[in-house]
């Protein structure tokens, strides 16, 4: 697959670990526990550019917590 950045065919795929937290309201959330994800990365060697993924399971997590917190 090409690079969305770039254009390159050269792309590796990883795992990653990455805590997502409910902090975009400034202090509002930050009783909110974080919620820890694995995607699957998409990095370009030539550029750098990474696109990720997260799974549903982790996804709903996500969307509940940003209904409670508008």
């Known amino acids: 697959m090409a690079c969305r950045s770039c254009g390159s065919g050269n792309e590796a795929k990883f795992v990653a670990e990455m805590m997502i937290h409910f902090s975009f309201s400034g202090l509002k959330n930050l009783d909110k526990p974080g919620i820890p ?8 060697l030539a550029c750098g550019f990474t696109a990720f993924t997260i799974s549903e399971a982790a996804l709903r997590p996500l969307t509940e917590g ?5």
């Open 37 to 44: 994800v694995f995607p699957k990365l998409a990095v370009c």
């Open 66 to 70: 940003m209904s409670h917190s508008v």
